[in-house]
């Protein structure tokens, strides 16, 4: 039996979807104002292959009830950790007590498990805060500060998950920026580089932030959603670590680029320092007018590169690879236009 948190959440469905597409049994921690969505989202899946109890990762018994805790307890082999606040203008204190806090917790109910297999810890690569240059997957605390609260309680987070590893078995799975699916282009997520997209649309982006000539690592949530039900059962993975990334990422001009010309409007003609940008967005009238929110400025000049030799040779097997985003980028595009 699988226990999720995170459910009904943009890559908690889709992964839902596809334990229960491999024969497994899941167990979906929820919020009781989620319930409705959530039962939505498992109605045309096969009977009895979902189930769904409230309870509250701030929580230290994680809201269970004694009886439902103590039959988890039994019945639960692996868990899948991805409930966070995934908001780079998370205050501080609700980041603590979210990603840091809830993490806590859900380690000390695994640390209860008598079946435990493997808890698989969802993480982000922006734990990397302000370093610059390559991030290899088995580093994580090199003194780096960080562009937000959020990265920084991810990366507090991971050192919980790290420390108990003696005694929770657990993967830890980075994933880099995530956009819709590869094949459908299909998101319920419309920020990140969406809002990029939108400003483009609007033929806003005349000139482009920064020099552009940074990596923007973008992965489609098909690929994160296989890395994450076949890695952890892949045997001598238990322990490590996994950034799930594009090997080979396009720059942000080079995605602006591509993007312009799926929309027919003009390149970029030059480019402006990152700093006009930041005084811009500190207008609230600037912000409504673009849809550009003042935390993603640091991303478009952030020269870091993701090393993922870790996720490479686990799917070296599997026919598992990070498609190139050439490839699916007309499908996001699609998907998002129809739906504007």
């Known amino acids: 039996m699988v226990f999720v948190t995170g459910y009904p959440g943009f890559i908690g469905k889709r992964l839902v979807q596809q334990l229960v597409s491999r024969g497994r049994t899941v167990v979906c921690l929820i919020e009781e104002r989620f319930r409705d969505a959530a039962t939505a989202h498992m109605a045309p899946l096969p009977a009895g292959s979902v189930r769904l ?24 082999t692996d868990v899948y950790h991805l409930a966070a606040i995934y908001n780079l203008s998370v ?3 609700v980041g603590e007590r979210i990603n840091v806090g809830g993490t806590a917790h859900v380690l000390d109910f695994c640390a209860s498990l008598s079946k435990l297999h493997c808890l698989s810890y969802v993480s982000t690569c922006y734990v990397s805060g302000d370093r610059t240059g390559l991030v290899f997957e088995d580093e994580l605390d090199k003194g780096q500060g960080f562009k937000n609260h959020y990265e920084e309680t991810k990366f507090r987070a991971e050192v919980l998950v790290r420390e108990r590893l003696g005694e929770v078995p657990a993967v830890i799975l980075r994933p880099a920026i995530v956009v819709g699916d590869s094949r459908t282009g299909e998101t319920d997520k419309f920020d990140g580089p969406y809002v990029t997209f939108a400003a483009i649309r609007k033929g806003l ?6 020099s552009g000539e940074v990596p923007l690592n973008l992965v489609p949530v098909d690929f994160v959603i296989d890395c994450m039900v076949t890695i952890p059962e892949i045997e001598g993975t238990i322990g490590k670590t996994f950034q799930l990334a594009d090997p080979d990422p396009l720059t942000v001009i080079e995605v602006v680029r591509l993007a312009c010309d799926r929309f027919g409007v003009r390149r970029p003609m030059a480019s402006y320092p990152l700093w006009m940008l930041e005084a811009a967005l500190s207008l609230r009238s600037v912000r409504e007018l673009v849809g550009v929110p003042q935390q993603t400025v640091a991303y478009f000049n952030h020269a870091v590169v993701y090393d993922s030799k870790n996720t490479q040779d686990a799917l070296r097997g599997t026919s598992i690879r990070c ?16 739906l504007k």
């Open 53 to 76: 109890v409230a309870g509250d990762i701030t929580d230290s018994a994680l809201g269970l009830d004694p009886k439902t805790r103590n039959s988890l307890r039994k019945s639960v």
């Open 91 to 93: 205050p501080a204190e």
């Open 205 to 210: 982006m005349l000139l482009t932030p920064g």
């Open 323 to 338: 498609p190139l985003l050439k490839s699916y980028l007309n499908n996001i595009l699609r998907f998002y236009l129809n």
